[in-house]
């Protein structure tokens, strides 16, 4: 019933509705998974579920393949690892550039959502392959954010969670430099309001330039200044009589080359939707506000941190330690690479998903307290 | 001989030719004066020369009225005050939207400039005004990057030297966001290649997106959160079915703002400009690196960082400390504010300057150490 190892297959999980109040019609989700479940599929299994970041998709093996695999941190002779695609990306599950079930691709039709509907998407998947609970939900960034979505809206599904390098909310530096991105790309003339899909165009120009912006907050500016500093990119001269687009620093070169590769796999009304829905991100919405949801969390949650991240910075996820209601553990990665530490530095993050794996062996999940407490069965 | 006290008065200083081999022809330097020049104008005399940032002008008492005035710290009872207008800028000075010697505006033949042609400039409109020496020359971000350049470039002028929040040359992070700003504007299609003045329109939609991601790297992300965090503009609700431009978040609102402001004060071709300068800022070029041309500092120089700045991290000024031949002293603005806390932080930048001002009177200068030693006249 589950997916060949390794190979991309696609759910039906019926119709979405967002919190906004739309609907994505006949949405389907994407995933791979690595690993043969064991245990009960509606309790206590192996099961462990990757949350991919921003334009990440389901092949966790490939782009965290230092973490997971046969013997890995994630060791897939043990576990059952699966990782879906989020809602509204454009590697299989339902996004913008997906078809609409009434002809033609959804483009501007595609409604806004948030990290909640992608959740309660992967929820949906879940129930459609029977699995009832998971072990243990992973995820960093946009992946973190939708991880302690998990722990808040279904918290008798996930055993115990592991939140990397993201925030309680988006702060306003956030939305403010997400927004400058989205901007990017809805004021490039192929955007056609969300509808160039089947243009013959698309308004890759902006998709870049965004991209290059949001690399510049995904390194670490020591990182990027031992890397490049203020060489030259060979064979131009950025300091000639005028400024010219041909002649660079070695920097520019780069994210321009960063940029253009993102074009080159990913769609930018998938981009927008994504970074829409990080701009929405609050834990707290309804909820009380939010050290209030934070601390009505049952689910014992693992905290981790980059000491140099500049767009989630560490203070983020002191804040998210000190008021989550079952915090397992925190650590901090040290790394001159900034936010995308949870995916470069493979030594540490090795240290600490064994250390993850093992704190949940060794503590009850909240809902063994709760039959210790005969609240209901385990 | 000097400008009336506080008035706009403009400086012919001939040609100027750029480290890469421009002229720009018939060039002239803007500047403010405020309080009475004492002494010797080419010896030892009261003068202190401001040095603005970015998108700054000459009118120092104005953006930085708590620090320039009868009684402050920079005490205009004392002190005579010169503010010029930078080299590039579009305040007096000559820039892309001045007129060319041969007609019409610079416009795309204004060639590209970096901080030392500023101070070549600079010091060009001090002879021009028979000024060979000033007590102390004082400048934050672009103002204190030429600051430094005027120190190695003229240390026989300088007799102390303040600079604030600011490099020892631009880091590939800075050149990253800058560029960022700068294809924002090339990239309107208003921008025409440089050649836009008289078109009736300007870049201004690429200006203001610059300033809007500039305006998120001069302002801490504790500040910024502390004072939007999630918060919708006020009759707007960023949380609908369907993202929509009208629909903001409350910083979106206020980046917004500050973008718009910009169009309405500044050229786009000088923000380019002088943006371009900052990414060609680099103290050690054609000096033997870096930490040699700092070493080989004689003037006197107090380095000021600010604790939370994105744009220029404090450990860069920690660098220039341990760096500069002749260091004066340090100070750290601790403020959630980010860059712009020299503008904004005026109680301690009150003590700053007050300290500054004493360790001046306190400490011989490069040419009184020379005397001293019987090397040259004082």
């Known amino acids: 019933m589950l997916a060949a190892e390794g190979e991309l297959a696609t759910v039906a999980i019926g119709d979405v509705h967002t919190e906004a109040g739309a609907v994505i019609e006949d949405a389907h989700i994407a995933y791979r998974r690595w690993g043969v479940p064991r245990g009960d599929l509606a309790g206590k299994n192996n099961i462990l579920l990757i949350e991919h970041a921003l334009t990440g998709d389901s092949d966790a093996a490939d782009w965290w393949c230092e973490a997971i695999g046969p013997g890995k941190a994630l060791d897939t002779d043990e576990w059952c690892v699966i990782c879906t695609n989020a809602l509204g990306s454009c590697y299989g599950s339902t996004g913008p550039a997906s078809e609409h079930p009434d002809g033609g691709v959804w483009g501007s039709r595609f409604p806004a959502i948030n990290m909640r509907d992608m959740v309660h998407a992967e929820h949906a998947f879940l129930e459609a392959l029977g699995i009832g609970r998971v072990h243990a939900i992973i995820g960093g960034s946009m ?26 909310r988006a702060s306003a530096w956030q939305i403010g430099i997400q927004t400058a991105q989205i901007t990017s790309i809805t004021q490039d003339p192929d955007w056609h309001g969300g509808d160039y899909h089947g243009t013959g165009s698309a308004p890759n120009a902006g998709l870049a330039a965004a991209r290059r912006i949001a690399h510049l907050t995904y390194r670490g500016e020591l990182e990027i200044d031992e890397r490049f500093g203020t060489a030259a990119q060979s064979g131009e001269n950025p300091l000639g009589q005028f400024r010219a687009d041909g002649e660079r620093f070695a920097v520019q070169s780069y994210l321009e080359h960063q940029g253009k590769k993102l074009t080159e796999r990913f769609d930018a009304a998938s981009y927008v939707t994504l970074t829409e829905a990080l701009n929405r991100h609050d834990v707290g919405r309804d909820r009380g506000g939010l050290n209030k949801a934070l601390a009505s ?41 900034g936010h995308d530490a949870f ?24 809902r063994e307290v709760a039959a210790e407490r005969g609240a209901y069965d385990i």
């Open 143 to 168: 992946g973190g954010a939708r991880t302690l979505e998990w722990t808040l809206l279904y918290p008798e599904t996930v055993d115990y969670a592991l939140v990397l390098a993201v925030s309680a």
């Open 297 to 337: 969390s049952t689910v014992p949650t693992m905290i981790v941190g980059v000491d140099t991240d500049i767009l989630y910075p560490y203070h983020q996820q002191e804040h998210l330690s000190r008021n989550l209601g079952n915090l397992l553990a925190m650590a901090k990665l040290s790394s001159p690479v």
């Open 343 to 366: 995916l470069v530095e493979a030594r540490q993050m090795d240290r600490i998903l064994r250390n993850f794996i093992s704190l949940t062996h060794e503590t009850p999940s909240a």
